[in-house]
């Protein structure tokens, strides 16, 4: 009996990513202008971000199907396989409710189905854990187990370089974002502990950002036996502008792990964003 792992678009693997580490990803959609794309097989990080940026009308992002979930959950009963789905926040997304549809239609009890309390880098530090503990031959129950203690020990934080799409996508008045562009307001976020984005404080200009950052991670220190990712939407300039800050501050993690996130979080955000993901 082996183990699957299941994990959705929003943990914004590559396709050589998924088929390295034998991990099943079942893929959110996206919509602009009535025009709808499989996030990851039919639209790249790179293409999103482009039409994000040419396309007036806001996207739409819509979690699967239950019938997307069903297929891997029956496919598993049938091999007799244990799933461990590793999927993004609820509170984000109603792609654990797809799920738990899924399992329920599947009549099939050896489905694991973990809400990350995350998002894009912080479901794959997750994920990669389940990995690395398959691979070790540890059971089902162990992994789940171990996956739920360290979800609350990851840590989100971002950047944004524009409040264009929080006003876009209704979390900025207009006459909010005209001011903040005026005074170069730049929002600091974070993904609460319940799974949620707040915004964590507001910063005039970039260079304020990354110092309230790097401040974050002095006193809240990353544990180094996980990975710090460095992520960025489209454009790298201020991810790289953030990581040599760091250094600047004798802040060093080992060798930068900087990814692209994809339109799940980056709808919101916008291009130009940076951040960190981390292990308490």
């Not at 994920?127 to 739920?148: F, K």
Request: aromatic share 8%; proline share 4%.
């Amino acid at each position: 009996m082996a183990i699957r792992i299941i994990t959705d678009s929003a943990a914004d693997y590559s396709v050589k990513e998924l088929e390295k580490r034998n991990v099943t990803c079942v893929p959110m959609s996206v919509t602009f202008d009535d025009v709808t794309y499989l996030d990851g097989v039919d639209l790249t990080k790179e293409e999103f971000f482009e039409l994000l940026i040419s396309q007036n009308e806001f996207p739409t992002t819509s979690q699967p199907s239950p019938t997307s979930f069903l297929d891997c959950f029956e496919e598993a009963k049938r091999e007799g396989d244990t799933v461990i789905a590793v999927l993004i926040s609820g509170a984000l997304s109603g792609t654990i409710q797809s799920a738990m549809l899924a399992k329920s239609m599947a009549e099939y009890e050896n489905i694991y189905i973990i809400d990350s309390k995350t998002a894009t880098l912080g479901m794959r530090i997750l994920v990669d854990r389940a990995v690395v503990m398959r691979e070790q031959g540890c059971e089902a129950e162990e992994i789940v187990e171990e996956l739920e203690r360290l979800k609350s020990r990851i840590r989100i934080y971002a950047g944004l370089d524009t409040l264009e799409y929080l006003c876009k996508g209704g979390r900025l008045s207009k006459y909010q974002a005209n001011i903040g562009n005026l005074v170069n307001l730049k929002p600091v976020v974070k993904v609460t502990t319940e799974g949620g984005v707040e915004v964590y404080s507001k910063q005039i200009g970039m260079r304020h950002a990354y110092k309230q950052i790097a401040k974050i991670m002095e006193e809240d220190r990353p544990d180094e036996t996980y990975p710090v990712y460095y992520l960025y939407s489209y454009d790298k300039k201020n991810c790289v502008g953030f990581i040599q800050s760091l250094q600047k501050k004798g802040l060093d993690f080992g060798t930068p792990k900087i990814r692209g996130i994809g339109p799940t979080i980056g709808a919101h955000i916008g291009p130009g964003s940076f951040g960190v993901v981390y292990v308490k």
